[in-house]
């Protein structure tokens, strides 16, 4: 059953608009499904599935196949472009992190952050980029990446402890951050610097660099970050060109974003 995001609206929420972004959340993950499916992981009837469904069709957010199997349907692309239009920042991002995966040769990103998670607006592979669950929309806790860290590294401290409250400290793999003191040391360290890393706390052997992006207050408006294998990306390349071709991405943005 999808994960679903406590606080303190929880009351207020309109069961049958739930329903259907429960039903939506399930044919996101699995890649369509059909109705008995559907019902069965949501512990719903039936019927309560297939009206969501043909509520959903008839507004062109599903399809359904020969096989009565239900799909998203295109109409999100849509809905996906007028969200990411809002975020003034990417459209100066994009540029920058198109460069650096061509400069690195690896995986480059740029991603916000909204309800204590980031997401991914863009991202672009070098010629030597490994595969990686990374697409535009994709969604991860910020404590065990290198953009993560960077944005949680300029929020407020405040904001930064409310995120820990309701989103924990999840273990990704045995280098992962699980304690909170150790969080706000590994923070401070982010901020003296200006750069964050992974070191594989999200995927074994999996590593990165990143580094905020902020507006001339200092608020922070999202993070670039390369990503690669630890065998090509050691300690020297790691914290020495890529550290230095991120620091001159961000510095373009920035000053870019002054005339916007």
């Known amino acids: 059953m999808p994960q679903r995001r406590e606080d303190s609206n929880e009351k207020k929420r309109i069961q049958a608009v739930q329903t259907t972004l429960d039903i939506v ?6 890649g369509g499904a059909g109705v008995t499916e559907i019902a069965r992981e949501l512990d719903v009837t039936k019927g309560t599935v297939h009206n969501h469904l043909a509520t959903l069709e008839a507004n062109d957010y599903v399809i359904k196949d020969a096989e009565e199997t239900y799909h998203l349907g295109l109409c999100f692309l849509d809905v996906a472009h007028r969200a ?3 975020v003034s920042t990417l459209d100066v991002a994009r540029t ?4 650096l995966a061509e400069r690195s040769g690896e995986t480059a990103l740029f991603t916000v952050e909204e309800h204590g998670v980031g997401v991914c607006l863009h991202v672009a592979y070098g010629e030597r980029a490994v595969q990686t669950p990374l697409h535009v929309g994709y969604r991860s ?6 953009v993560g860290k960077a944005i949680l590294a300029h929020l407020p401290e405040g904001r930064v402890e409310a995120i820990v409250e309701e989103r924990g ?3 990704q793999t045995d280098r992962t951050i699980t304690d909170t003191d150790d969080l706000f040391e590994t923070l401070e ?3 003296e610097r200006g750069i964050a890393y992974n070191e594989g706390e999200t995927i074994q052997g999996l590593v990165g660099v990143g ?3 902020t507006d001339q207050s200092g608020t922070v408006l999202g993070a670039l970050s390369v990503i690669g294998p630890a065998s ?3 300690e020297g390349r790691l914290r020495g060109d890529l550290s230095e071709l991120i620091r001159r991405s961000v510095n373009v943005i920035e000053i870019n974003l002054t005339s916007l």
């Open 25 to 30: 959340e399930v044919l996101r993950e699995n």
């Open 84 to 86: 990411k239009s809002r």
């Open 96 to 99: 920058e992190v198109d460069k």
């Open 141 to 146: 806790e910020l404590h065990h990446t290198a």
């Open 169 to 171: 400290l999840s273990e």
């Open 189 to 191: 360290a982010v901020r």
């Open 211 to 213: 580094a905020p992006v």
């Open 232 to 234: 090509r990306m050691g």
